[in-house]
Structure formats: structure tokens, C-alpha cells
Nanobody, 118 residues
Framework: QVQLVESGGGLVQPGGSLRLSCAASGSIFSIHHMGWYRQAPGKQRELVATVTSGGTTGYADSVKGRFTISRGNNKNTVYLQMNSLKPEDTAVYYC????????????WGQGTQVTVSS
């Protein structure tokens, strides 16, 4: 049983910044990667950023140069620093984790709302 708890969402003006946090707890064997996805109204859920246990990062083109994903000293935590936010970044943001022990397991957070509006 693994739980992901997210925080940091909210309302911000265009050009502002937010920092999302995700903390994982429970029976984790070995983390393959952690990442952030988002889903805007009427849109499919899309990958925003991911970081592997080895530190390799990847970003959607739409956020590259503005967002930074990182792992905490506690490797069961992940952050998403979002700068220069745009209205089109408005979405529910979800943390996810891929764990492996005997096979892979994927876990999702509950989602946190990010609204970028003047």
C-alpha cells in the first residue's frame, strides 16, 4: 500500500511561480521513476516532467525551461518548481510513482489544482 500526498497548488497570476510537493509513503520496494502529469478541462492527461532514480529528467516541450523537477534528500519525495506560469498551465496536477519489486506498480496522487489567472 503506497500513498502519494501532494501539496502546493493554488491560484497564481500569470508570470508567477508555484512549487508542488509530493511525498510517498508505504511499502515501496525500489523507485523506478517519479513524475508529474496534468489534466486540463476537456483535455487528456499529459506528462509534464519525470525524474528517474538515477537523476535523469525529462520535460514536455510546453514546460521546458520554465519547470524543474527534482528529488528531495528523502528520495520518496519529488518537487515541481513552476516558474513563468501561463494561463494554459491551468490544470489538475498529479504526482505518480513507478515502483518495482516483483513486477512494476504505478501509484497516483489525488491531484492538486493549479489555476493561473489574472
Amino acid at each position: 500500500q503506497v500513498q502519494l500526498v501532494e501539496s502546493g497548488g493554488g491560484l497564481v497570476q500569470p508570470g508567477g511561480s508555484l512549487r508542488l510537493s509530493c511525498a510517498a509513503s508505504g511499502s515501496i520496494f525500489s523507485i523506478h521513476h517519479m513524475g508529474w502529469y496534468r489534466q486540463a478541462p476537456g483535455k487528456q492527461r499529459e506528462l509534464v516532467a519525470t525524474v528517474t532514480s538515477g537523476g535523469t529528467t525529462g520535460y514536455a516541450d510546453s514546460v521546458k525551461g520554465r519547470f524543474t523537477i527534482s528529488r528531495g534528500n528523502n528520495k520518496n519525495t519529488v518537487y515541481l518548481q513552476m516558474n513563468s506560469l501561463k494561463p494554459e498551465d491551468t490544470a489538475v496536477y498529479y504526482c505518480n510513482l513507478m515502483d518495482y519489486g516483483q513486477g512494476y506498480s504505478i501509484y497516483w496522487g489525488q491531484g492538486t489544482q493549479v489555476t493561473v489567472s489574472s
